[in-house]
């Protein structure tokens, strides 16, 4: 059986980072039906597992939360074979006992983008795949029993907005947030979460706080400059905390895929479409999806 290659994205605060931990590494260039991924692909070790790593805003954090390409990213790991996704990405706190420098392994969404790809078969077929629960509750569960034997706190669950950026929330925006039940706000999560259900692998995702959104009054007297080097220091912090975890994940000797996890059949009901009326070519298109 080939060696177990675990899927990593990295965004703001550990993209680099990341990959200056990863052993070894090897960078492949791959093609897509939708597009270049947002840098090529980096193959590598943590520790004894092999993983295909990619920096969702590319090389020099050229490509804002709007402009990453979603499906190819997803597609280009599902292509060299990754069948379990582990993502990463900053948040603002919309509840204060979600301190800034805190993780939080997110459970749930709230899908706010409007300019992006949020399918790999718009023009292609009907394709609806179950969304109830949008991350692996079996890698989660991975992920937070490997957080309870480190020295620093993980959340275990929170709703993220994911917003269209790339301006931030208004004050407003975020006490509507906050009554809609969100806990974290982001940019990246969306539709990145909804391909990787369609491409049937495994998603979950750790947040990284790096400070609270502006539903919460900011503190008087305290300099932009100030303000900005708190953010880098919770952002820093909470870095080396998901490093810590995803060591801790990646060290164990169980393997983390799962082929008999629903998220590796969520195609089965999916495609309302006659497969007869697609033609050779399409079907071609999309067959890495169906593996």
Known sequence: M????????????????????????????????FGKPSDRLMIGNIGKRRVAF????GKGHKLS??????????????KIGCRTLIATGAVGSLRQSIRPGELVIVDQFIDKTYRRQSSFFAGYGAVH??????????????????????????????????????????????????KWGGDLIGMTAMPEAKLAREAQMCYALIALVSDYD?????????????????????????ADN????L???????????????????????AVWTDKDSMTAAEKKKVAVLFE
């Open 2 to 33: 080939a060696e177990e290659l675990v899927a990593i994205l990295g965004g703001t605060g550990l993209g680099d980072a990341l990959a200056e931990n990863i052993k070894n590494p090897e960078f492949i260039g791959v093609t897509t039906p």
């Open 54 to 57: 990619i920096n969702r805003h």
């Open 65 to 78: 939360p709007s402009e990453v390409p979603f499906a190819a990213n997803i597609f280009a790991l599902k």
């Open 129 to 178: 795949c179950e969304m109830s629960e949008p991350v692996c509750e079996r890698l989660s569960k991975r992920i937070t029993a490997a957080a309870t034997n480190l020295l620093f706190k993980t959340h275990t669950k929170g709703a993220y907005v994911c917003m269209e950026g790339p301006t931030f929330s208004t004050r407003a925006e975020s006490l509507m947030h906050r």
């Open 214 to 238: 502006c539903w919460r009054p900011k503190r008087k007297l305290v300099d932009k400059q100030q303000l900005l080097r708190e953010i880098i220091g919770n952002m820093k912090l909470a």
């Open 242 to 245: 998901c490093l810590k975890l």
């Open 247 to 269: 060591e801790a994940v990646l060290k164990e000797k169980e393997k983390i895929a799962d082929e008999t996890c629903d998220c590796r059949r969520s195609l089965d009901l």
